[in-house]
T-cell receptor, first 118, second 109 residues
């Protein structure tokens, strides 16, 4: 089945630094990747939709200059949290699809990256 | 606004049956998904419903009533490994996935 690899699985950084999270589709080409954030005991919140070769589409309330998304190839998307602050501490999860989002098409999720900003 | 409601937490006994309910109000409907999420891990797909009725897959079944905006996930012959959060998600008219907050299921021996 489809596999999505996400790295790093956890990261601790100092306030003010930037952190990059990678999301790779290992055995399929992902034309679309999604980035989610999940706070403890809360639902997944879509941050942005990333399409290969074009600018990401950000959800309302998500600062595009703070959460930089690059989808440079059909197998790699990166999320960079710039000038991280403690309130950015969260579980970040990417997901990908190898086909248009319709019907029973199922998203494959990465294992998630837990970010802790001190 | 769009809203998905599911119980925050449920407890069940190993070997028993448990039903996790999900009600939704969304702008349009293009399918409902159930995902399982173990603590600190990413969600994994369990089931998909787009038409009314019951979909059965092994020990897990999912039911949908579009007129009632209601779904449930039925887990039979519960095992300790079934302890996890179960997320209900609805795809709206824009094909956006709207997620519930998840139901934490605790299985006791």
């Amino acid at each position: 089945g489809a596999v999505v690899s996400q790295h790093p699985s956890w990261v601790i950084c100092k306030s003010g630094t930037s952190v990059k999270i990678e999301c790779r589709s290992l055995d399929f080409q992902a034309t679309t990747m999604f980035w989610y954030r999940q706070f403890p005991k809360q639902s997944l919140m879509l941050m942005a939709t990333s399409n290969e070769g074009s600018k990401a589409t950000y959800e309302q309330g998500v600062e595009k200059d703070k959460f930089l998304i690059n989808h440079a190839s059909l197998t790699l998307s990166t999320l960079t949290v710039t000038s991280a602050h403690p309130e950015d501490s969260s579980f970040y999860i990417c997901s990908a699809s190898d086909r248009p989002i319709s019907g029973a098409n199922v998203l494959t999720f990465g294992a998630g990256s837990r970010l802790t900003v001190l | 606004g769009q809203n998905i409601d599911q119980p925050t937490e449920m407890t069940a006994t190993e070997g028993a049956i448990v039903q996790i309910n999900c009600t939704y109000q969304t702008s349009g409907f293009n399918g409902l998904f159930w995902y399982q999420q173990h603590a600190g891990e990413a969600p994994t797909f369990l089931s998909y419903n787009v038409l009314d009725g019951l979909e059965e897959k092994g020990r897990f079944s999912s039911f949908l009533s579009r007129s009632k905006g209601y779904s449930y996930l039925l887990l039979k012959e519960l095992q300790m490994k079934d302890s996890a959060s179960y997320l209900c998600a609805v795809r709206d008219s824009n094909y956006q996935l709207i997620w519930g907050a998840g139901t934490k299921l605790i299985i006791k021996p």
